[in-house]
């Protein structure tokens, strides 16, 4: 645990405690599940929620190169130190839910993958919506959504799913987090061009 983490993880929660959606940023344990769903040979990788940076040092350990990560973040403060912490890194400030504007805006291809562990159960369901079509229409076929999630549910309904054209399935419990956390991949298996 990395005090000076925690401490800026706390201030962005008292300052958007839906948005932040958790107190403290992700445990080792939970940040390594994540990226080993991770091929680092699938091309670019957009991390979504990137908070104080500990799915994306999970990232890079896993072989993820800076030259093909690219990191959004919506709180400005968070934003600032994700900058500074991860140099060579596209850094992407502003909301997911502008997703597709924002990597076209910064030249950036069509991601393999995408890691979100953006709070989507403490979002409006619209917000929720919007963000999951600007997820799956900027993978496109065979892209790869990583997600994690507190509930022991999938963070994206089946019918839900299935609109999306997507499918989803849960690949690891981190029971020893903090709170306890699943770890979610959804396969684009039927892009919908009206999305
Ligand atoms: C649960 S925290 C996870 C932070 C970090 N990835 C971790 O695992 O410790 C969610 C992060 O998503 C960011 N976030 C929330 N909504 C967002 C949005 N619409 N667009 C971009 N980032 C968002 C928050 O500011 C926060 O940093």
């Excluded at 504007?101 to 291809?109: D, E, N, P, S, Y």
Aim: aromatic share 6%.
């Amino acid at each position: 645990m990395n005090h000076a983490h925690n401490l800026q993880f706390l201030s962005a929660w008292l300052r958007n405690p839906r948005q932040a959606g958790a107190l403290l940023p992700s445990g080792s344990r939970l940040a390594q599940a994540m990226a080993e769903q991770v091929d680092p040979g699938r091309g670019l990788v957009v991390e979504l929620g990137v908070g104080t940076g500990a799915i994306t040092r999970a990232l890079i350990e896993r072989g993820v190169t800076p030259e093909q990560l690219i990191l959004v973040e919506k709180d400005p403060a968070l934003f600032d130190e994700m900058e500074r912490r991860f140099p060579g890194v596209v850094a992407l400030r502003g909301d997911a839910a502008h997703l597709g504007q924002l990597l076209k805006r910064a030249g950036v291809g069509r991601p393999g993958t995408l890691v979100s562990s953006l709070p989507l159960l403490s979002m409006t369901r619209q917000q929720r919506l919007r963000i999951l079509i600007q997820i799956f229409s900027s993978l496109g076929m065979g892209g790869v959504l990583v997600q994690f999630t507190y509930s022991p549910l999938s963070p994206i309904p089946d019918v839900l799913a299935a609109a999306l054209g997507v499918s989803g399935r849960r690949v690891a419990r981190v029971f020893s987090n903090l709170p306890p956390a699943a770890v979610w991949v959804y396969q684009v298996c039927n892009p919908r061009s009206s999305i």
